[in-house]
Structure formats: structure tokens, C-alpha cells
């Protein structure tokens, strides 16, 4: 999902929690590339406009070229953009390094557009440790890796422990179905006049979110190939249909159908919110920038219906530009490991991490998806135990159910077209009482296959 837009500081590798993990890219490097001088150019840097999260990357970069001699960092602010990223290659002017969200993994290996990393990463030892499913995504048929997972996250359920408990609901168990959400949501709304449930709708985020449903429902939103979509049948319009119940019959949603991230994460933390769906690291948003109680702040599993389906899973690779050397290609993972992982390589790293993470009011422990090892992520843990600021405990209905819920991955074929699509969708829905949820579908659905062919 592009995200990332909201979370430019995730190029700082100060976000200490589980869902960004590796182990160590310390290893040796190959001789021939390792005694080379090297220049490359690196993006994400923050803009002037945040002068905190550019502060920190600079400092990034300071110790990283204090601890590499060798390498010489250019830094850019070039971000990620669809519109842009061929014409900036075919123009020699991409970044050697770039965050990239997992649903433009495919397309960019299939059209030579990220170099193949699989020769420095195992010479730096990293391939054992990533975590086989999340590596899944920056590898091509024969195995071959494009790229490296620093960040990723399953779907869940957010929702505010007190509002739970102002409605005589107990916060340690929160909905785990569907059913039991519209039910929650009702309560919520009686007893305390707040919607008891809400949903993203704008931005490409409402077609995010309806997709992450549809697949908790069993459905699917495109073929396996990406050449056509399935969001037109039964459980696309199943999940539409309850929202539609539960905003205009059980009156357990607002009329706010124009959410995106920032504006539901400012709500949901003035307790305006009951419940919605959104992965673990929302946590950052509601707490740190909109001052939520973080003893309020609870996530559970993505509810489910009619049996275990499956929740939506994404998040952030580090790829690398195929017009890279070998040497410029070591230096870039290198960058990487330094820049977001090598927290997970020593202890004392991990601690001095963390620490800076408290300092920059960046949560510590924060829970989610890991990309690596259960044994590498848990020796990271204990490491830093005496650090983790984030109330574990409530986020233990994610804990306990999530692993059991099978994760599935964006669209493979233009994600961000598909979730426009079907944003007006979602607004439909809970702006438009007699919406037509089947003709919503239909037309999006031939919108967007017409793309899906070329």
C-alpha cells in the first residue's frame, strides 16, 4: 500500500520494533569489491521540512562513512513514484539505493528495473536469516533476490480499550469475526455515542482496506498473474454490503467516508473511533503525533468470516539500481544493513539503537511482522527488554490469533491503479444509502482489467 508517504522516517532505521528486522550484514564482502573506493548516491532523505528525521539520517549516514572509509554516500531526497521511476533510471538519474512498497516488487524485477542483490547478500551471510515468506516477495521463479525486506506488517484490528470498556465490552478480547465486530460496533455506538466502527475511504487506502477484508472474507482481488481482477464476486460484495448495514441500519458508523491514515489515526486518538482496521505500527501515529493514551491503544486479529481466510499483508524493500557495479552493490547493502538493520547484529548496537529511538520519541518493541528468523528476531527481543516502551500486553490478541491467519499479499499488478478504482467504491457505500454495490463493482472491475491487459 503506499503508505509511505506518512512514513519517511522509516529511511532512518530508528524504527526499533519487530517489524523491521535482519541480522547481521557484517560479514565478509568479496575481495575484489571490498578494497575498492566507491561512491553512490542514496535516497529518501528526508526533506527541510522535517528537520528532526533529517537530522537523524544525516547522522546516519556521518557514522556510517566514519565506519566504512571506503564509501563515499551521496544523499537524495528522491522518494518513490510510479509516474517517475522509469524516466529517472533510463536517465541515469535513480538513486543506487531506493525504499520501494512490496506491490512494485514484481513489476520491477520483470521489466530489469532493481539489480540482483543474490550474490552480495550471500556473501555478507544475510539469506539465512530473512524470513523465507517476506523474501518471497523480491525473489524471482528461480530464486534469484532482487532486493531486501526491512519492514513489513499484517492487517489487524485497532480499536480503543476504553471505549471498549465504557461499553461493557472486556478490551482483552476484541472481535475476532465479522459478525462479532458489527455486534462490538453497536454497543460501542449505544453506549457511547461514538461510531463503533469506521474504515479508510480515500487516498488508494479505502481500496487498500476493502481489499484486506476481501481476502477475510475468502476472496481474492486479482488472478494469480495479474491480468484480471476478482473483486467483482461474492465476498468483495459481502464485505461492502455489511459496511453498508452497519452505516445505514445498525447506524454504527459515521458519515465520514473520505478517512485516510492521518485523519482516522487523529480521530481514532481523540476516542471519536471504536474500532478499525490497520496493521500494529498505526500505534506510532496515535501516540507519539496525536498524543493518544497509549493504555487506550489495542490490536487484535483481522476478523474473519465464514472460517479462516486470510489478512493482507506489505511493506518497504530496499532495492538497488540494476545500473550498479558489483562494488556499488556490495556498498549498497552495506548501507542498508547500517542504515535499518544492524541493530540485530550485537547487542550493544541493538541497545544504542533503541536508545536513540527513545530520544526521537520513536516507540521501542513495537510488535508486528517479522522479516527474519523467529530465533534472530527473539534474540533482538531480549536485547532490548529493558527498553520496550510499548504496552505488550495489549496487543496480545494480535499476538496469540495472527500467526494462525494465513497472510496474502497485495496485488501483484498495479496495486495503486486497483485501489483507486475502488476507492469511490467504499465512498459510495457509506455516503449513499441506496449505492448499488453490484454496479460499483462491475464498473470498477472494467476500469481497471482494461489496464490489467497491457
Request: aromatic share 6%; with cysteine.
Amino acid at each position: 500500500m503506499n503508505r509511505h508517504g506518512a512514513r519517511a522516517f522509516s529511511a532512518l532505521g530508528l524504527a526499533v520494533v519487530v517489524t523491521a528486522s535482519l541480522a547481521a550484514c557484517s560479514g565478509s564482502t568479496p575481495q575484489s569489491s571490498a578494497d575498492q573506493k566507491v561512491t553512490i548516491t542514496i535516497g529518501d532523505r528526508p526533506a527541510a521540512n522535517q528537520p528532526a528525521n533529517r537530522k537523524l539520517y544525516d547522522a546516519q549516514v556521518a557514522s556510517f562513512e566514519k565506519a566504512n572509509p571506503k564509501i563515499t554516500l551521496k544523499p537524495t531526497e528522491t522518494i518513490y513514484d510510479a509516474t517517475t521511476f522509469s524516466s529517472l533510471l533510463a536517465g541515469g538519474n535513480l538513486p543506487d539505493t531506493l525504499s520501494v512498497p512490496f506491490t512494485e516488487a514484481k513489476g520491477l524485477i520483470a521489466n530489469g528495473q532493481t539489480a540482483d542483490l543474490t550474490s552480495a547478500l550471500k556473501t555478507a551471510g544475510l539469506t539465512k536469516s530473512l524470513n523465507k515468506t517476506t523474501l518471497k516477495v523480491i525473489q524471482d521463479s528461480s530464486g534469484k533476490v532482487f532486493g531486501v525486506p526491512v519492514n513489513a506488517y499484517s492487517i489487524g484490528l485497532a480499536y480503543n480499550r476504553a471505549l471498549f470498556t465504557k461499553a461493557g465490552l472486556d478490551p482483552n478480547k476484541p472481535p475476532t469475526t465479522w459478525d462479532e465486530v458489527r455486534t462490538d460496533a453497536k454497543k460501542i455506538t449505544a453506549a457511547t455515542g461514538v461510531p463503533g466502527f469506521e474504515t479508510l475511504g480515500t487516498k488508494n487506502q479505502g481500496g487498500w482496506i476493502l481489499s484486506a477484508m476481501t481476502y477475510s472474507y475468502g476472496g481474492s482481488i486479482e488472478n494469480a498473474d495479474g491480468t484480471k481482477t476478482t473483486f467483482n464476486k461474492a465476498p468483495a460484495k459481502a464485505v461492502l454490503k455489511n459496511l453498508q448495514e452497519m452505516r445505514w441500519t445498525d447506524k454504527s458508523m459515521g458519515p465520514n467516508g473520505l478517512y485516510d491514515l492521518d485523519s482516522m489515526s487523529q480521530d481514532f486518538a481523540a476516542g471519536k473511533v471504536g474500532m478499525w482496521i490497520a496493521a500494529p505500527d498505526v500505534y506510532n501515529a496515535a501516540i507519539t503525533n496525536n498524543k493518544m493514551n497509549k493504555n487506550d491503544f489495542g490490536e487484535g486479529p483481522m476478523p474473519q468470516n465464514g472460517g479462516v481466510n486470510g489478512t493482507l499483508t506489505g511493506g518497504t524493500l530496499e532495492i538497488v539500481s540494476p545500473k550498479a557495479t558489483d562494488a556499488e552493490r556490495v556498498a549498497a547493502v552495506k548501507w542498508i544493513n547500517w542504515n535499518y538493520l544492524r541493530q540485530y547484529e550485537k547487542k550493544d548496537q541493538a541497545i544504542s539503537v533503541a536508545e536513540a529511538a527513545t530520544a526521537s520519541n520513536t516507540p521501542v518493541g513495537l510488535p508486528g511482522l517479522s522479516v527474519v528468523s523467529d530465533s534472530t528476531n527473539a534474540q533482538y527481543l531480549d536485547w532490548i527488554k529493558d527498553k520496550v516502551d510499548v504496552p505488550i500486553s495489549n496487543f496480545e490478541p494480535y499476538l496469540q490469533t495472527t500467526a494462525s491467519i494465513p497472510i496474502q499479499p497485495e496485488p501483484v499488478n498495479k496495486a495503486q491503479e486497483v485501489y483507486a478504482a475502488l476507492d469511490p467504491v467504499v465512498q459510495a457505500v457509506l455516503t449513499n444509502k441506496n449505492a448499488n454495490v453490484d454496479q460499483l463493482l462491475s464498473n470498477a472491475a472494467k476500469s481497471i482489467d482494461s489496464q490489467l491487459g497491457r
